[in-house]
């Protein structure tokens, strides 16, 4: 039942689960019993996680019911296992829940990294953020302000407007934090960053990130909700975005902190009057990520064909799941259902539930085992609730939502076929035993025999979003057919972090061998080369607000002060390296005043690439501090005239540039994101550098720096 203590593995922990392939699995509805029945109209999503550390997961739940809002219910599992119920602690524990109906997305996420899981939810004009207290709040573990309002609102954009549907958490720069993406309709896709340094640890993100600044083209029709998951496995997170009539809903990314629109899904067509589901699964077992794409132009499959780009060959509802369907689709969600060494997948419809069972070879089978419902379905998840091992299906309806319990684990045959992982952000400080760290989403694992090399349940990851809003529990879960007793290698492939190799990791495990078959990946922050929080940094001042934008090619850095007291100037200071920084201009401060007071600067010396400002705030007495790091991605005008050429290539690459500095230093790297070519060269009048490195056919991406300007470049060997 419910794991009372887990081995832990400094550098990795796992987990495993088992289930009985011997006889019908069967379902029974169960929401009412535990708790989590909730009634009125649904639009979106819910996810589940363990928000207070107990080893119980948790579920969140988003309604468009103006009396329910969203609802938070805290899982009992902890003090009775045989008996688990839900209690809703919304008013207790997030009661800013309550104040208006934000419908669609919500996700969860540690976002500064303190081990206490934060989360986000949306609706089409406004975004909502919510940082967990952790055990020292009052009551403890819970979310919000002093009055449990949201922490960080979002109303407008600074693109043209807000109309968000899809949410989701991702490491898309490669920083070690995560920072918020989402789709904003026919504005295009963006993000919101979290700083990258100075003050890492600092409570805040830096600002609204135009998503055409790093590829995330704006407009391009229509959005609904995405997936956000690592589709070619190189450790850097990709998006799909449901969009109508464009062709182009995936966004690969590029390793650097920008992205490259994908167009190989190019008939996928999303219908904005039934908002649908994405989501990223094994389906063959070949160790990449394929894609479901429910309603409009039918529910499909689509291949992940490999290639760079990655290309994806359609898999029609006819041909991979008959004529069993019907209704419109809207939630969508994957997993071993059966603990048969397959992905299975669920579907949330209009008028009924959908559970088809993997046959292999694209043929699935409509098994629902006792699953029978006329609620319009709007989210759905696969979830082990009651941690006996195998996967239970829970449905956000309109009007009861309902808990589908698997009996496919009995206690009494001891067939626990399943294993469970866990892959965390360990910061080595840490002394108390139940803080583990950051989830690391994005983390892939694989399974094989150990005997033989089979592969067991494909790929799978740690999601920051998929379905119809909704999210997986950050562990993965793996089905054994060939039982727990046996010895099985399990590869772990860590996040990439930027300017650093992707590291990745082998363990030889006998699952059965394991307390409660569950072990937990740890990996120490320091790996990364950044720490992990373990408390927030707030801002003595009142700075309420610290952005950047790129307006014509030109930065702007705006901020605002709720109040200030002998406050003298503000010093605007610039890094390329995010350490080492120097001023480039001042403004003059308020003095003292209890009114809101906004401020800009810009920066007249854009380069191209990565910039980062903080501001220095004096007071009349000279007296002084820092505030948090801002970034900003700048694709924009390129500061010394970098080149590559040619490009493509045929191995032989040449470097043009224009620069006053004694030498630069040039960066490749694969499309892994692996390093494979340094070189500190010598300027001279020329201006050009040839490379001494033949390189070989394949995508790559080159970084220049001359220790003022910096720029990249992506070039293609033929």
């Not at 809903?249 to 649908?276: E, H, P, V």
């Not at 043929?363 to 979830?383: A, C, K, P, Q, R």
């Not at 399974?447 to 909704?470: P, W, Y």
């Not at 014509?552 to 610039?574: C, D, F, H, R, V």
Request: charged share 20%; proline share 3%.
């Amino acid at each position: 039942m419910l794991p009372n203590k887990v081995s832990t593995i400094l550098f990795s922990i796992l987990s495993f689960l088992v289930t009985n392939l011997s006889y019908s699995q069967s379902f029974t509805n169960v929401a009412a019993s535990v708790g989590l029945n909730m009634g009125g109209n649904k639009d979106g999503g819910h996810a589940w996680a363990d928000f207070n550390n107990d080893g119980c997961l948790d579920v969140i739940v988003n309604t468009s019911n103006g009396t329910n809002r969203s609802r938070l219910f805290l899982s009992n599992c902890d003090s009775d296992p045989d008996n688990i119920t839900f209690t809703d602690v919304t008013s207790t524990h997030a009661d800013g829940l309550l104040d208006r109906t934000l419908d669609r997305s919500i996700v969860w996420g540690d976002f500064n990294n303190d081990g206490y899981l934060d989360f986000a939810r949306n609706t089409n004009n406004r975004i909502e953020v919510y940082i967990n207290k952790g055990p020292s709040g009052s009551p403890a573990y819970s979310f919000g302000d002093a009055n449990q309002d949201a922490n960080y609102v979002y109303t407008n954009s600074e693109v043209s407007g807000l109309n968000s549907e899809g949410l989701g958490w991702a490491d898309f720069n490669g920083d070690g934090f995560l920072d918020l993406i989402f789709d904003n309709h026919g504005n295009g896709t963006e993000a919101i960053a979290k700083s990258v340094s100075g003050d890492p640890c600092s409570s805040g993100f830096d600002a609204y990130t135009d998503g055409d600044l790093i590829g995330l083209t704006n407009g391009n029709g229509d959005g609904d909700y995405m997936a956000i998951g690592d589709l070619n496995d190189d450790g850097w997170p990709d998006l799909l975005v449901r969009k109508n009539d464009t062709g182009e809903d995936i966004y690969m990314n590029d390793g650097d902190g920008t992205f490259t629109q994908n167009s190989n899904l190019n008939d996928a067509d999303a219908d904005n009057g039934n908002k649908g589901g994405v989501a990223f699964c094994d389906f063959d077992n070949d160790g990449d990520f394929d894609i479901i794409w429910t309603d409009n132009d039918g529910n499909n499959i689509w291949e992940n064909t490999g290639g760079s780009p990655v290309t994806f060959t359609k898999r029609a509802e006819s041909s991979v799941f008959g004529s069993t369907i019907t209704g419109t689709i809207d939630g969508c969600a994957c997993g071993d259902i059966d603990n048969d060494g397959d992905i299975d997948l669920v579907l949330n419809g209009s008028n009924a539930k959908f559970l088809f069972k993997n046959n292999g070879s694209y043929s699935f089978t409509l098994s629902n085992g006792g699953i029978s419902s006329t609620n319009d379905g709007e989210s759905i998840s696969m979830v082990d609730y009651d941690h006996d091992g195998d996967l239970d299906i829970y449905s956000n309806n309109d009007n009861n939502n309902e808990l589908w319990r698997s009996d496919l684990i009995d206690d009494a045959l001891d067939d626990k076929n399943f294993l469970k992982v866990r892959v965390v952000l360990q910061d080595p400080t840490t002394t108390s035993s139940t803080i583990l760290g950051r989830d690391l989403i994005g983390a892939t694992a694989t399974l094989e025999k150990h005997s033989d090399a089979t592969s067991v349940g494909g790929i799978q990851m740690i999601n920051g979003g998929r379905g119809h809003g909704s999210q997986d529990p950050l562990i993965m879960h793996f089905g054994l057919p060939d039982g727990p007793d046996i010895e099985y290698d399990l590869t772990v492939k860590y996040p990439a972090v930027k300017d650093s190799i992707r590291v990745s990791e082998t363990f030889t495990i006998t699952p059965s061998a394991l307390d409660d078959q569950m072990l937990v990946v740890a990996k120490p922050a320091e790996d990364f080369g950044f720490s992990a929080c373990n408390d927030l940094v707030l801002l003595p001042m009142e700075l309420i607000q610290f952005t950047a934008i790129i307006q014509k090619g030109i930065p702007q850095i705006l901020w605002q002060t709720a109040s200030e007291t002998n406050s003298a100037k503000y010093l605007i200071e610039k890094s390329l390296d995010g350490q080492n920084f120097f001023s480039i201009g001042e403004v003059p401060a308020q003095g003292t005043s209890k009114n809101l007071k906004n401020y800009y600067y810009l920066d007249q010396t854009p380069v191209s690439g990565i910039i980062y400002y903080r501001l220095k705030m004096v007071d009349n007495d000279n007296t002084f501090e820092y505030s948090k790091v801002i970034h900003l991605i700048s694709i924009g005008e390129n500061a010394f005239n970098t080149k590559v050429f040619p490009n493509p290539s045929n191995g032989l690459l040449n470097v043009s540039f224009n620069s006053t500095q004694p030498q630069v230093d040039i960066s490749i790297f694969n499309v892994l994101g692996v390093l494979i070519y340094q070189e500190k060269a010598k300027t001279n009048s020329s201006g050009q550098i040839h490379l001494k490195k033949e390189f070989e056919i394949g995508v790559y991406l080159l970084k220049i720096n001359d220790g003022i300007n910096s720029a990249a470049h992506k070039f293609i060997v033929n």
